[in-house]
């Protein structure tokens, strides 16, 4: 016990690209005050000003500063404002998350000590061949990398982005008491929607390239041609929206499809939904996902990065290759032909994959050994350096 209470007084700095809108940003965040509820020192540091969870965070006793970076505008002076904050607070772990963030605090070492430094990567691709020779470069500036899934991890030790001994695989975590199936919530939700006699399929997720709702539109309009109590409900807000409007009007299609917006009550939404459908083109491990099944949805996705770990094709939902619109329609109509019972055993065995291996207590737990497996490397080779 008293080691537990002597270490739990360690400092983690967060480093993050932005304090946004995302599943990168949510899994930091949820993190950060787990931690902090576990006795640690937290502190936060966005490259960009926060747009989000500032507050929450400061509110939960969380430090919070920005290096006042620009979206997509190289600032060297984020380095030289990064290494006077680390030599201020003087940390005992630094874990940076996104391939800006990461490659960022990797440079920051050379200028300022860092006892231990974990950098996790989010998607199975964060860019182009430039972005992984950079990583390549700085690989031995971190300790440790992670990933979300183990497709994303594989991949980036097969192009050699990462060495084999320095990658972990990590996966998102999900809070299985707020993402849970809720009866009167569905009622109450599905009564509010107007949607109570209707077949309802739920999409989250940022209306950006990445997520490939053009694919998800042409999809639901096959279906919706032979189905007339059908709803598509689009949860999530970004800059394609204006153009996936359009879209859904040339599909004659807008009186079946609502665009929700940002919203704060995702688990109620799950809850009235019959399932979830995501048509990403390419992704990390989802939250999405792992929230849904929470929740006891099943879910038809693409097959495209930790979504299979997620998904078991069969047997939780429906895996079909992504950008083909007539194989995510033949999956939809599939998943609306089981019947109630059928989809509920399926939504029922999500939510125990998501209890055995994402509830977000197991993920804390795991990150918190880690750092302190890695702290205590880190002191004893600094007393095998001892003279």
């Known amino acids: 016990m008293e080691k537990v209470v002597r270490e739990s007084r360690r400092h983690v700095v967060f480093v993050i690209t932005s304090l946004d809108a995302g599943g990168a940003q949510a899994q930091v965040v949820r993190l950060a005050g787990a931690l902090k509820q576990r006795g640690w020192k937290v502190s936060l540091v966005s490259m960009i000003p926060p ?6 965070l400061q509110g939960a006793g969380i430090f919070v500063e920005t290096l006042h970076m620009r979206r997509k505008v190289p600032d060297p002076r984020g380095v030289l404002r990064l290494a006077r904050l680390l030599k201020e607070w003087r ?3 630094v874990h940076s998350h996104m391939v800006h963030a990461n490659i960022l605090v990797r440079v920051t070492r050379l200028l300022v000590p860092v006892p231990v430094l974990v950098c996790s ?3 199975v691709y964060e860019g182009g061949r430039l972005r992984e020779m950079l990583y390549r470069l700085t690989d031995p500036l971190c300790d440790l990398t992670t990933h979300v899934c183990r497709a994303g991890a594989e991949r980036f030790v097969r192009v050699k982005a990462v060495s084999a001994r320095r990658m972990r695989y990590i996966p998102n975590g999900v809070d299985t008491e707020i993402f849970r199936p809720d009866d009167a919530a569905r009622v109450q939700m599905r009564a509010h929607l107007g949607v109570q006699d209707t077949f309802v399929w739920l999409a989250v997720g940022r209306l950006e390239p990445a997520k490939d709702y053009p694919t998800l539109l042409h999809a639901f309009e096959k279906v919706a041609r032979h189905c007339s109590s059908i709803k598509l409900l689009l949860a999530g807000e970004g800059a394609l929206r204006d153009i996936l409007k359009k879209m859904v009007c040339q599909l004659h299609i807008e009186d079946r499809v609502t665009f929700l917006g940002a919203r704060q009550d995702i688990p109620q939404l799950m809850n009235a939904a019959d399932a979830c459908v995501m048509s990403s083109a390419w992704e990390g491990l989802p939250n999405v996902l792992l929230e849904a099944h929470a929740c006891g949805l099943p879910i038809v996705a693409t097959d495209v990065g930790g979504n299979s770990e997620v998904v078991i094709d069969g047997e939780t939902g429906f895996l079909v290759p992504p950008r083909q619109p007539e194989a995510l329609a033949q999956a939809m109509r599939r998943m609306m032909a089981l019947g109630t019972q059928q989809r509920a055993r399926m939504g029922q065995a999500g939510r125990q ?7 977000m207590e197991r993920i804390v737990k795991q990150w918190e050994e880690l750092y302190l497996d890695l702290c205590s490397r880190r002191n004893y080779q600094l007393q095998e350096k001892a003279p």
């Open 353 to 359: 994959h998501v209890l055995q291996n994402y509830n």
């Open 91 to 93: 940390p005992d772990v």
């Open 51 to 56: 747009r989000l969870y500032a507050s929450e």
């Open 121 to 123: 990567i989010r998607s």
